[in-house]
């Protein structure tokens, strides 16, 4: 049986019944991102974890020149008279354009992260409004989550935001089983940098957040073995864990903490998919480890004339390289 948004663990979406045929069906990704902002750049790695059956694994795109996205939660939407899912991580190109002039309330954060907040909720609003059966959601468990990793505007540095999306429904009319759901506006939770005066250090997300899993930072707290191999492997790693111990991760070289990482994320995910990838203060992002997802060639329209993009343009995939 084939349920409509069903998820295992704390963000359970509870459905009374079996998913008419009509309903879109929402696929569901879970994991961890784990994210080190070093001297000059931020290398990030994001492991796989499945909710269910039909989850999909997170996905990465870049959101404008300085920052990427990593996908959490109903990222992939099918609807049944179309043939292909809509996915939200492709659904980035136009942000700006479509809302330059269409949300800046007084008193709000940063106008481009507020455009990215709110060019997501235009793109999913028609989506979760096709909802009608019952979602189990606490107050606070987003139905959709976006980790924003990146360089913020006016030279101010590295950031990573967490932008939330929640759900609430109304039943609606004399049958109980028949809801209006209506996708409520971003919250945006700063998780870097830190306040003043506190410790830099390894950053992780999960999706839910009760997922099971020892962070590294703990890990390497509690000297696992695996990590104690890796840092002792190369005297780079042993400067970047001691460096990390005093709070001052935001000084390791970058090339220091993507081999770590790199290192360390087999270990860590335990089987599981896995990516790394990183985004360099002097611009560009780059993979390290590139998505084990097959890549799908795809029809681009530029945003004058339309034309299909040519096979040789700017691409976010990039072919995995060898690992030594």
């Known amino acids: 049986m084939r349920y409509l948004l069903v998820l295992a663990l704390a963000v359970s979406f509870a459905v009374p019944g079996r998913a008419q ?3 879109i069906v929402a696929n569901i990704a879970g994991g961890r991102v784990l994210i080190h902002v070093s001297s000059d750049g931020i290398v990030f790695g994001v492991i796989d974890h499945p909710l269910e059956a039909k989850s999909v694994p997170p996905r ?3 959101i404008g020149p300085t920052h990427v996205g990593v996908f959490f939660g109903a990222s992939e939407w099918q609807i049944p008279a179309q043939p292909r899912p809509i996915r939200l991580d492709r659904e980035v190109g136009d942000l700006r354009s479509n809302n330059a002039q269409a949300y800046q309330p007084p008193g709000s954060g940063d ?10 909720l235009e793109k999913l609003r028609p989506l979760v409004s096709q909802l009608h059966n019952k979602l189990d959601l606490k107050p606070e468990e987003p139905l959709f989550e976006i ?14 935001w967490l932008i939330d999306y929640g759900a609430e429904q109304q039943s609606v009319g004399s049958r109980a089983d028949y809801w209006q759901t209506h996708l409520l506006r ?16 390894l950053l992780e997300v999960r999706f ?13 707290q509690q000297n696992d073995p695996r990590l104690t191999q890796v840092r002792n492997s190369d005297p780079r790693f042993a400067k970047l864990v001691e460096a990390i111990d005093r709070g001052q991760a935001n000084k390791v070289p970058t090339p220091a903490a993507a081999d770590f990482l790199r290192a360390a994320l087999p270990l860590i995910a335990n089987g599981a998919l896995f990516c790394e990838g990183k985004i360099e203060e002097a611009g ?4 390290i480890v590139p998505p084990a997802e097959p890549v799908e060639h795809q029809r681009a329209q530029d945003k ?3 034309k299909e993009r040519p096979a040789d343009a700017p691409t976010l995939v990039r072919k995995p390289q060898p690992q030594p």
């Open 304 to 306: 004058t004339g339309g």
């Open 60 to 62: 990465v795109a870049a």
């Open 208 to 220: 839910p957040e009760d997922l099971q899993a020892v962070p590294l930072l703990g890990l390497l």
């Open 147 to 160: 980790v924003l990793i990146g360089y913020a505007p006016k030279m101010y540095g590295p950031e990573v």
């Open 284 to 287: 560009g992002f780059d993979w």
């Open 186 to 201: 971003p919250r945006f939770t700063q998780l870097y940098p830190p306040e003043k005066h506190q410790a830099k250090t």
């Open 21 to 23: 045929e009509d309903e």
């Open 111 to 120: 106008p481009d992260l507020e455009l990215i907040g709110i060019g997501f």
